[in-house]
């Protein structure tokens, strides 16, 4: 087994977990939804846990036969994705403070990352893939040369790059103007807050005019929202609208203001 037929491979699963996660959610939110972390139609967990399969399955033959016990198959595949879609989880969330899935109204779920129910549904999917799907593939590649493999693994392997090198890119500007926009909203609350703690003994005039400020901020933070949507490039946007929630490092406040800038992306 190759490394450009292994790549291949993952790039083709990576696909496939790509429709199913975008027909899930559309069906789901009942609107289309390009999900993925890239801009590419791939989903690379899906495509690495297959790969990882297919990889241990040389090593540990016995463990992987299509004639081996179901439940035991199962067992690796729910708790192998478990482990994977934790981690990728954590990986994501300290390097970009999001999340692209969350499971926190799911039943039995750990931290929002994965929960029970994800997990059995990736258990029989496992199952499937090591029964049907890669004994199918096994078969298919002995007709294919070898060379056709080093061809499609070099030009995956550069679109995959370049997208992964935009998606990165992408992803770190759009930090900085999520920073700006946190750094505003911060500096908006530390002048409230001063306002009122100097004058005390006239709170009653001060909340009246607070209220008063409150509902001309409406119309404010409305324009500061489309001016910051404004400095957005369409991918980062399309990245923006991907992302489920931002999870805050410091300050839960600003980050409320940040999704609510990510719901008044999703309505344009």
Not at 5 to 14: A, D, T
Not at 50 to 68: G, H, Y
Not at 176 to 181: F, G, W
Request: hydrophobic fraction near 45%; proline fraction near 4%.
């Amino acid at each position: 087994m190759s490394a450009s037929s292994l790549f291949v491979k993952f790039i083709f699963f990576s696909f496939l977990g790509w429709v199913w996660e975008s027909i899930y959610c559309t069906v789901r939110e009942k609107k289309w939804a390009d999900r993925g972390f890239l801009f590419g139609p791939v989903c690379p967990i899906y495509g690495s846990c297959v790969v990882a399969v297919m990889i241990l399955s040389n090593i540990f033959p016995e463990v992987f036969d299509p004639k081996q016990a179901v439940w035991l198959q199962f067992l690796i595949c729910m708790i192998g994705s478990a482990i994977a879609e934790y981690s990728t989880s954590w990986v994501l969330e300290k390097r970009f403070s999001a999340r692209w899935w969350d499971y926190s109204d799911m039943p039995f779920n750990l931290n929002g990352r994965i929960c029970l129910p994800a997990s059995i549904g990736f258990g029989i999917a496992g199952v499937i893939i090591i029964r049907y799907m890669i004994p199918t593939i096994v078969q298919l590649e002995s007709h294919i040369p070898a060379e056709a493999f080093e061809v499609l693994g070099l030009i995956f392997a550069a679109v995959f790059g370049a997208d992964f090198a935009l998606t990165e890119a992408s992803l770190s500007s759009l930090l900085k103007t999520i920073e700006e926009y946190k750094s505003e909203f911060n500096i908006k609350a530390e002048e409230t807050y001063t306002t009122i703690a100097r004058v005390p003994e006239n709170m009653g005039k001060v909340i009246s005019e607070k209220r008063e400020e409150i509902i001309e901020n409406t119309e404010e933070r409305m324009h500061r929202m489309a001016r910051y949507t404004a400095k957005m490039t369409g991918a980062q946007k399309h990245i923006f609208k991907n992302i489920i929630m931002f999870v805050p490092r410091t300050g839960k406040e600003s980050i409320t203001k940040i999704n609510q800038l990510k719901e008044y992306i999703e309505k344009l």
